[in-house]
């Protein structure tokens, strides 16, 4: 059941669609939903002015980079998402917060790309934010650097990631703990630093892993951190494809759609027709395709 809305934050949506769908074409003016509105409103504390442009800055990005459809079952995202490099834990800070993973020396740069590290973020904090507590009270981002070497270090990704969470997504960034970072990892931090803005400067802080829990509670890390979480990558991955299967079976009543642009193919209608149309569908098993199964670490 969706939270309720104050009379104010009501007012705000309608004019967010309002502002949104006069800047659209006729044909694709419906596509943003209220749920969507909401996320991006949640993000900028209901300010609509800002939650625009942060609409206007997530759907750049896709375009951007190139991430029109996010398909699951096609690789390399398929391969992405399973390798446990970004998740999304079941646990949450002591404020309530969502806590996001990433393990940089799962992270091979030379096999993998950017855009498909960016989808599986992307497919992975789209179901985290169908949360409305995720929305109220925010995600912190988690960038594990324990046994990671230089060659697993992409200088140029960590800032197209930063940038997203904080600029072109509908999540409120809290706080981003890099955490064992070696001594090599110094003089690019510091480089890294000058091309974030500055309110996220604020945000980014190094810690060694037996601090973490000084910060976040031991229940809520996991025990490579120093927590007692045992979490499953696999069931969360599977539970994100369940949403996303729900959705095209027709059952809308708990979330909007995976993708909180609003529809399926609302990248594709909202002026991008530069990029070439593919159809948005969730892998359905059959002979040919491999079942995600939750609690289950094989393919």
């Known amino acids: 059941?969706?939270?309720?809305?104050?009379?104010?934050?009501?007012?705000?949506?309608?004019?967010?669609?309002?502002?949104?769908?006069?800047?659209?074409?006729?044909?694709?003016?419906?596509?943003?939903?209220?749920?969507?509105?909401?996320?991006?409103?949640?993000?900028?504390?209901?300010?609509?002015?800002?939650?625009?442009?942060?609409?206007?800055?997530?759907?750049?990005?896709?375009?951007?980079?190139?991430?029109?459809?996010?398909?699951?079952?096609?690789?390399?995202?398929?391969?992405?998402?399973?390798?446990?490099?970004?998740?999304?834990?079941?646990?949450?800070?002591?404020?309530?917060?969502?806590?996001?993973?990433?393990?940089?020396?799962?992270?091979?740069?030379?096999?993998?790309?950017?855009?498909?590290?960016?989808?599986?973020?992307?497919?992975?904090?789209?179901?985290?934010?169908?949360?409305?507590?995720?929305?109220?009270?925010?995600?912190?981002?988690?960038?594990?650097?324990?046994?990671?070497?230089?060659?697993?270090?992409?200088?140029?990704?960590?800032?197209?990631?930063?940038?997203?969470?904080?600029?072109?997504?509908p999540a409120r960034l809290k706080c981003v703990f890099i955490v064992s970072s070696p001594i090599w990892f110094r003089a690019p931090f510091a480089v890294l630093r000058l091309f974030v803005r500055e309110k996220l400067r604020e945000r980014v802080c190094t810690v060694k892993a037996q601090e973490l829990p000084s910060h976040i509670p031991v229940s809520s890390l996991p025990e490579h951190l120093g927590g007692t979480s045992q979490y499953s990558h696999v069931a969360w991955i599977q539970s994100c494809v369940n949403v996303h299967t729900n959705t095209v079976q027709g059952d809308t009543q708990e979330h909007d759609s995976h993708d909180c642009v609003g529809k399926p193919a609302a990248l594709v209608q909202l002026g991008v027709q530069q990029h070439k149309r593919r159809r948005y569908t969730v892998p359905r098993p059959h002979k040919h395709t491999v079942r995600f199964r939750a609690g289950r670490g094989e393919l």
Not at 58 to 69: F, S, V
Not at 140 to 146: L, P, Q
């Open 1 to 169: 059941m969706a939270e309720a809305l104050t009379a104010q934050e009501q007012l705000a949506v309608e004019e967010f669609l309002g502002e949104v769908r006069s800047r659209e074409q006729p044909h694709s003016a419906g596509l943003v939903s209220q749920p969507t509105a909401v996320k991006f409103l949640m993000a900028r504390k209901f300010d609509v002015s800002r939650a625009i442009e942060l609409f206007q800055a997530y759907k750049n990005t896709r375009i951007k980079e190139g991430i029109i459809n996010i398909n699951p079952d096609e690789e390399p995202l398929r391969s992405e998402l399973l390798s446990g490099k970004f998740t999304v834990l079941p646990g949450r800070d002591a404020k309530g917060a969502a806590l996001a993973l990433f393990t940089a020396r799962l992270h091979r740069p030379d096999v993998t790309t950017h855009k498909a590290v960016l989808q599986a973020i992307i497919y992975q904090l789209d179901k985290a934010i169908e949360s409305l507590q995720t929305q109220r009270d925010g995600l912190i981002f988690i960038y594990d650097m324990t046994n990671s070497s230089y060659g697993n270090f992409d200088y140029e990704l960590c800032v197209k990631i930063l940038n997203l969470l904080k600029g072109a997504f």
